[in-house]
């Protein structure tokens, strides 16, 4: 499946697609597994769990570009047990994450085509996410605030961000 740009090079949104687990065909979860792993374990050098069970949840939407056989760009959203402390709201259930674009497609607006695709899905209930400190801006873009102090998690500062639906 080859991607469809607009005159910029940067996909339409009918291209991102959006599957659960059960969905997902077999070069999908290999293509995705593949980038995450190039990005966060050999690029980032990130020690933590990266197939930590949480993507075969049927609460789990996974949203992806492909180009060819390639996942490009991808997060995940995923349902959580009530967090109740997140300023602003009584409890957020939803957590944007695995946030990763391929090193050859990065600047072309991926990211931020991905971030508003989740933001629609979910466009009804906050969203929480946990941002490298250096690209908060980006989601800042989509309506997410920071809130608390910076953190390590992985090896890479991160601070925390909520967006609370309008």
Request: proline residues 6%; without cysteine.
């Amino acid at each position: 499946m080859a991607t469809t740009t607009t005159e910029s090079g940067i996909p339409d949104l009918s291209d991102i697609i959006v599957k659960r687990w059960n969905d997902l065909d077999t070069t999908e979860v290999y293509a995705i597994a593949r980038l995450r792993t190039e990005v966060f374990l050999r690029e980032q050098r990130v020690d933590d769990v990266e197939l930590d069970w949480r993507d075969p949840d049927s609460s789990t939407v996974h949203v992806f570009i492909r180009n060819g056989r390639d996942v490009v760009g991808y997060l995940r959203t995923l349902a959580v047990p009530p967090l109740r402390n997140v300023p602003g709201v009584p409890a957020v259930h939803r957590v944007l994450g695995r946030m990763v674009v391929d090193p050859e497609f990065r600047g072309r607006g991926l990211a931020g085509q991905l971030i508003a695709r989740a933001v629609e899905l979910h466009s009804d209930e906050p969203i929480v996410l946990h941002a490298q400190t250096y690209i908060t801006g980006m989601y800042e873009e989509h309506g997410f605030e920071v809130y608390g102090d910076e953190y390590d998690e992985g090896g890479i500062p991160h601070l925390s961000m909520v967006r609370i639906p309008k």
